[in-house]
């Protein structure tokens, strides 16, 4: 099976990044932060300026609505487009949600038995850290272009970093791409509406664009099967 | 017979065997797996996988479930209490072979 690019030997973990290997976590993702980042940039644009900023209240509450809905969202996609190509795993739970590690033993020559170990960082390395950022840009405009230019490589640096012994590892040359864009928009004037929001669409896009390509390769290397499975058991 | 002849005659044959332990350590690793799944992970075939299935569940160590997620059907399969133990059980014996023997250190040349 086609999987991320770094390969894991437990199963657990490898059951954990087989959430990701159709990229649909980042798609949404990415599709959250366009959609509340584009009403953003559309309110920005066409209604009154008021003090109070929307911007940032629009990315909170789509990276709120991710938090709550992200699950069955994916679940029914990947009941459509995952499960009957490659087959169904439990998905992973959050590591902040489980507490401690339960004492599920398996096979190991360690001392102690492993935890369970199918469960995702992907909302506090990715989810968070693209939301604490973006928050960051979001604040105070005056600050935004110098901002972007510090900003999207610790931000790539950040991602690639914290996620590199993850079930979900980010290619290097991808968090590159978007290291390098932030300082690249600097040299082009952005209009003052789209600058708050720079951030947001630059990770949204990244993130589409990073989900799609890993939506390819996984329909490209898992072709819908014929006849469907049974067990005679 | 020795002690330790004898741990090994005490290990769950049901477990021991290699495409059982595999199906085994996924299941225990991962929670729920479907058919599919186990079969490409494994690298079994179908009869083979539905055979070893057949016995582990005849041992009660797996549930097999058969259920929709959305309008797919799945074959999923899921470690049962009495299944986790005695996977553990034969990995603490097996471990403890494994470390009487010395084996647990670094590989030997």
Same mark, same amino acid.
């Given at each position: ?233 | ?26 299941? %225990?690793?991962?929670?729920? #797996?479907?058919?599919? @799944?186990?079969? &490409?992970?494994? =690298?079994?075939? !179908?009869? +083979? ?31 049962? %209490?009495?299944?986790?133990? #005695?996977?553990?059980? @034969?990995?603490? &014996?097996?471990? =403890?072979?494994? !470390?009487? +023997? ?8």
């Amino acid at each position: 099976m086609k999987n991320s690019a770094i390969p894991i030997a437990s199963p657990g973990r490898r059951a954990a990044s087989y959430w990701f290997v159709d990229g649909l976590p980042d798609i949404l993702l990415g599709m959250t932060l366009l959609i509340f980042g584009g009403v953003g940039l559309w309110w920005g644009i066409h209604l009154s300026k008021s003090a109070t900023q929307p911007d940032f209240f629009l990315i909170a509450a789509g990276v709120l609505l991710l938090y709550w809905k992200e699950r069955g969202i994916l679940d029914f996609l990947k009941s459509r487009l995952t499960y009957p190509r490659s087959g169904y795993v439990r998905p992973p739970e959050d590591l902040s949600e489980i507490g401690l590690p339960n004492t599920l033993t398996a096979l190991s020559l360690k001392p102690w038995p492993p935890s369970d170990e199918n469960v995702t960082h992907f909302r506090t390395r990715t989810v968070l850290v693209v939301f604490w950022w973006c928050l960051l840009l979001c604040r105070d405009s005056r600050w935004n272009r110098w901002f972007t230019l510090l900003a999207t490589p610790a931000l790539a640096v950040a991602l690639y970093a914290w996620n590199r012994n993850s079930e979900h590892p980010y290619r290097w040359w991808s968090t590159l791409i978007l290291a390098l864009t932030g300082p690249t928009l600097l040299l082009t004037e952005a209009p003052l509406p789209v600058q708050p929001l720079l951030m947001p669409l630059l990770a949204g896009v990244w993130l589409v664009a990073q989900g799609a390509c890993t939506l390819v390769g996984y329909l490209r290397a898992n072709p819908y099967p014929r006849t469907q499975e049974g067990v005679s058991a | 017979m020795t002690p330790r002849m004898q741990q090994i005659s005490q290990l769950d044959r049901v477990i021991h065997e290699p495409a059982r332990l595999a199906i085994m350590l996924i299941l %225990g690793g991962a929670g729920d #797996a479907d058919f599919l @799944y186990l079969q &490409r992970e494994g =690298g079994f075939t !179908q009869g +083979n996988l539905s055979g070893h299935l057949a016995k582990l569940e005849e041992a009660g160590y797996v549930e097999i479930e058969k259920k929709f997620k959305g309008k797919v059907p799945l074959t999923v399969c899921s470690l049962t %209490g009495k299944g986790r133990t #005695a996977f553990a059980e @034969y990995s603490n &014996r097996m471990l =403890g072979l494994l !470390q009487s +023997n010395g084996a647990c250190g670094s590989p030997r040349p």
